[in-house]
């Protein structure tokens, strides 16, 4: 079955950086656009960037455009977000998700200021 396992987040102090990667199976990868999300406590989730199947076209958010950067390697089935010059209110859980996956459990990244 599809399924989709965040991992990489922590606790980062402010201006800091982290890099998180999820590892996709059950489905062939390099078909799929993937994204980011992320969730703040008490806020909707909210799309963070967009990748294209062959990584040829991203998209972001404008709170993080500059800061965060999406990447894939088709080989490893991994997509992943770097994220640099993290802020306070970066701090949320971290989901990927593509078209035909249900949601994961994310990857929590708490900033600290």
């Known amino acids: 079955q599809v399924q989709l396992v965040e991992s990489g987040g922590g606790l980062v102090q402010s201006g800091g950086s982290l890099r998180l990667s999820c590892a996709a199976s059950?489905?062939?990868?390099?078909?799929?656009?993937m994204s980011w999300y992320r969730q703040a406590p008490g806020k909707e989730r909210e799309l963070v960037a967009t990748?294209?199947?062959?990584?040829?076209?991203?998209n972001y958010a404008d709170s993080v455009k500059g800061r965060f950067t999406i990447s894939r390697d088709n080989a490893k089935n991994t997509v992943y977000l770097q994220m640099n010059s993290l802020k306070a209110e970066d701090t949320a859980v971290y989901y990927c998700?593509?078209?035909?996956?249900?949601w994961g459990k994310g990857t929590l990244v708490t900033v600290s200021s």
């Open positions: 059950g489905f062939i990868f390099s078909l799929y656009t």
């Open positions: 998700k593509t078209r035909i996956s249900y």
């Open positions: 990748i294209t199947s062959a990584g040829d076209s991203t």
